[in-house]
C-alpha cells in the first residue's frame, strides 16, 4: 500500500508540475528561470514515474469524465486544473504517453504546442520529439485469460469457424455476387432468392445514403467552419489597417483606396502596374508579402513572407501588435500599442541592462580599493589624523558597496532573475547572524542592542541568506533612524492564534518615527521618508525588502508614531514537510482592479 501511495503522490507531482509549466511558458520566455526550473522538476519526476513502471511507459488518459494514470482512475476531470484541460481539449487528445528517457526539451517543445493550429501529433513529429506522443484512443488496462490445454473448446468455436469460411468464400465476390451467395445459403427458392437479394441490395443502398448524407454533411460544417475562420481573421486584420490595396499573382498592384494612396504618397495612376516593393519608398516603410500570392485548392502554399523595409521599424511594429486567440487556436482579435510606446519601452529596458551592467563592473574594483584601506591603516607609524581619514574612506566605500548591492537586487527583481532557495531554516540562526552583522554599527552609534528569541520556535520555509538580507535591511533602516544613545530591539516569537502558520519577526526602534501618511510610501522604490526627513541612500532597502518577503510567501508591516519610534514585523510561514496537489493559474488583473505594488515593481 506504501508502494502505490508513493506512485501515486509521484503522478500527483507530475501533474502539478506539467501544468506549471503549461502556465509559466504563456508568461515568460523558454530561458527564464522558472520556466527551465519546472522543466527541470517535470523530467525528474517523469524519469522516477517510468523507472518505476515494469515497460518504462507513463500514460495520462481523460475518459468518462476522469483522468487515468496508465489505465487507473485518479482525479475527476472536474478536480484537474484549468490548463491541462484546455490542452488536451485543444489538441482533441485522449491519452498523453511519456516513455522512458523523455528530455527537458521534449517537455518545453510539448508546453510550446500550445500556441500550435495544426496536428498535435504532427508538430511533435516536426520537432523529432520520439519518447512523448499524443493519441486518440483510450489507454485502459485490459487482461485475457488464454485457454490451457486440453479443455474444451468455447461455446459457439464451430458456428465462429463457419463465419470465417463464408467470409473467405465472399471476400472475392463482387457485391451482387455476394448477395446473391448469401440468399443461397438462406433459402433454395430461386424466387424467394432474387426477393432477398433486392431487399439486401435496398437496405445496403438506404444505409449507404445515409452515411454519405451524414459525410457529406461533416464537410459541409468544416467548409463552413473555414470559411468563417477566413470573415474573421478577415474582420481583424481589417480593423487594423484602413488602407487597401489588392494585386495580381505575380504582385503588380491593380487597386488603392484613398487611404492606401496616402499611405505610400502615390496616386494609383502611378502604381498600376507596377510590382508593390517596386513603387514604394522603403525607408519609413515596411512590407510584407506571402510568396505564393494566387489561391490554391489543390496543394499546400508555402508559408514564407517576402518582407522589405527597415529591420528596426519592422520589429518595432511587430512588437507593437498582439494577436488574440480563441481556445481552438483562432484569431479572434488583435490588440496593439502606439509604436512610440513600445519605443520608450526599448529605450526603458537599456537603461535598465545598462545600470545592470553598470553597478556590476563597479563591484569589483570597489572591493580591491576596500581591501587596500583596511591593509593600510593596520601599518604602523600612521598619525592619528591619517587613520581617522582612511576609516572615513572605509566606511564610505562600504556604505558604497551596499548601494550597488541593492541596485543589483533591484535590477534582477524588475528582469525576475532574482532566485530563491527555501529550504528548513530555523528563526534563531537568521536573527544572530543578522544581528552580528549590525551589531559594531549599532555600538558605534552607542545603542542599546538587543536580541531575544522565543524557546522552541519551529523551523520556517525560507531561502537563509536572502532572509537574513531582510533582517540586516530592516537593522540598517532601524540604526540609521535612531538618534545616540537610543535602543534598537530584533525579536523572534511564534504568530500566536491570529498566525499559527507564521513565525514572527520583529525590529523595533526609539527613532523618529513615520507619519501615518507616509507608512505605505515607505515601501515604494526610490522613497525614503521619516517624519518627513530624507536619508542617505538609494531609497531600494525597503522595496526590496518587501519584495523578498512576498516572493517568500509572508508579509511585512509597519507600526509608528511621529517621535515614538516605529516597528517593522515582518512574518514568514513555518516549514512543512508535505504539500498538497496545489495548482493554480497566475493570477491576472481584472479590469479596473489595481494592481499588488510587487506586480508593479516586477512590470508583471
Known amino acids: 500500500m506504501a508502494e502505490i501511495n508513493d506512485e501515486k503522490q509521484l503522478w500527483l507531482d507530475f501533474i502539478k508540475t506539467f501544468t506549471r509549466a503549461l502556465v509559466q511558458i504563456n508568461l515568460y520566455t523558454p530561458e527564464h528561470p522558472q520556466v527551465r526550473q519546472a522543466l527541470e522538476d517535470g523530467r525528474e519526476l517523469l524519469a522516477a514515474i517510468t523507472a518505476a513502471s515494469p515497460n518504462g511507459e507513463f500514460f495520462l488518459t481523460i475518459a468518462d469524465h476522469k483522468l487515468l494514470v496508465n489505465g487507473s482512475p485518479l482525479l475527476a476531470a472536474d478536480k484537474l486544473p484549468n490548463a491541462l484541460k484546455n490542452f488536451f481539449s485543444k489538441f482533441h487528445i485522449q491519452t498523453l504517453s511519456f516513455l522512458s528517457g523523455a528530455s527537458q526539451e521534449d517537455l518545453l517543445t510539448l508546453c510550446q504546442m500550445q500556441t500550435h493550429k495544426g496536428e498535435a501529433d504532427a508538430y511533435l513529429k516536426e520537432h523529432s520529439v520520439d519518447k512523448i506522443s499524443v493519441s486518440l484512443t483510450v489507454y485502459a488496462k485490459v487482461g485475457k485469460t488464454p485457454v490451457q490445454a486440453g479443455e474444451p473448446a468455447p461455446a459457439g468455436a464451430t458456428e465462429q469457424a463457419a463465419s470465417k469460411t463464408l467470409a473467405k468464400t465472399l ?6 455476387d455476394a448477395l446473391s451467395e448469401l440468399a443461397a445459403r438462406a433459402t433454395s427458392d430461386a424466387g424467394e432468392q432474387r426477393e432477398v437479394t433486392s431487399l439486401l441490395a435496398e437496405k445496403i443502398k438506404n444505409e449507404m445514403t445515409v452515411i454519405v448524407s451524414k459525410a457529406v454533411e461533416g464537410i459541409r460544417l468544416q467548409k463552413k467552419k473555414v470559411e468563417n475562420d477566413i470573415t474573421r481573421t478577415e474582420s481583424v486584420i481589417s480593423e487594423i489597417a484602413d488602407g487597401v490595396v489588392v494585386v495580381d499573382r505575380e504582385g503588380r498592384v491593380l487597386m488603392m483606396n484613398p487611404q492606401a494612396e496616402t499611405i505610400s504618397g502615390k496616386a494609383l495612376s502611378e ?69 512610440d510606446a513600445i519605443k520608450l519601452k526599448q529605450v526603458e529596458q537599456l537603461h535598465l541592462d545598462f545600470m545592470a551592467n553598470v553597478t556590476h563592473e563597479l563591484r569589483s574594483p570597489l572591493t580591491a580599493i576596500n581591501m587596500a584601506l583596511n591593509l593600510v591603516v593596520t601599518e604602523s607609524g600612521l598619525g592619528n589624523d591619517t587613520k581617522n581619514m582612511i576609516n572615513s574612506a572605509i566606511r564610505n566605500s562600504e556604505r558604497l558597496s551596499y548601494m550597488i548591492t541593492e541596485l543589483l537586487d533591484f535590477s534582477k527583481l524588475q528582469a525576475g532573475r532574482l532566485v530563491f532557495h527555501p529550504e528548513r531554516v530555523f528563526a534563531e540562526e537568521i536573527i544572530n547572524e543578522a544581528a552580528d552583522a549590525m551589531r559594531a554599527w549599532a555600538v558605534s552609534r552607542k545603542l542599546r542592542f538587543t ?59 526609539t527613532g523618529c518615527g513615520i507619519k501615518k501618511e507616509d507608512q505605505e510610501k515607505i515601501f515604494e522604490k526610490f522613497i525614503q521618508v521619516a517624519s518627513g526627513e530624507k536619508a542617505g541612500g538609494t531609497g531600494l532597502g525597503l522595496a526590496i525588502t518587501k519584495a523578498m518577503v ?9 507600526e509608528s508614531e511621529p517621535g515614538q519610534g516605529a516597528v517593522f514585523r515582518v512574518y514568514l510561514p513555518v516549514y512543512r514537510s508535505q504539500t498538497g496537489l496545489q495548482v493554480s493559474e497566475q493570477h491576472v488583473a481584472k479590469p479596473g482592479e489595481e494592481k499588488a505594488w510587487w506586480r508593479r515593481l516586477l512590470g508583471i
Open 171 to 176: 471476400s472475392g465476390k463482387s457485391l451482387d
Open 271 to 339: 502604381m498600376s502596374g507596377k510590382k508593390i516593393f517596386d513603387v514604394t519608398p522603403l525607408e519609413n516603410h515596411v512590407i510584407s508579402i506571402a510568396k505564393e500570392i494566387g489561391s490554391e485548392s489543390n496543394k499546400d502554399i508555402s508559408k514564407d513572407l517576402a518582407q522589405k523595409g527597415g529591420k528596426e521599424l519592422s520589429e518595432t511594429i511587430k512588437s507593437a501588435t498582439a494577436i488574440i486567440q480563441n481556445e481552438d487556436g483562432k484569431i479572434v482579435g488583435s490588440v496593439s500599442v502606439p509604436t
Open 451 to 509: 536580541v531575544s528569541v522565543a524557546p522552541e520556535l519551529t523551523g520556517i520555509y525560507a531561502d537563509k541568506h536572502r532572509t537574513v538580507q531582510i533582517m540586516i535591511n530592516l537593522i540598517s533602516n532601524s540604526i540609521k533612524f535612531t538618534p545616540l544613545g537610543g535602543a534598537v530591539e530584533l525579536s523572534a516569537e511564534s504568530g500566536g492564534e491570529a498566525n499559527p502558520n507564521f513565525i514572527l519577526f520583529s525590529v523595533k526602534d
Open 550 to 558: 512576498v516572493m517568500q510567501g509572508g508579509r511585512i508591516t509597519v
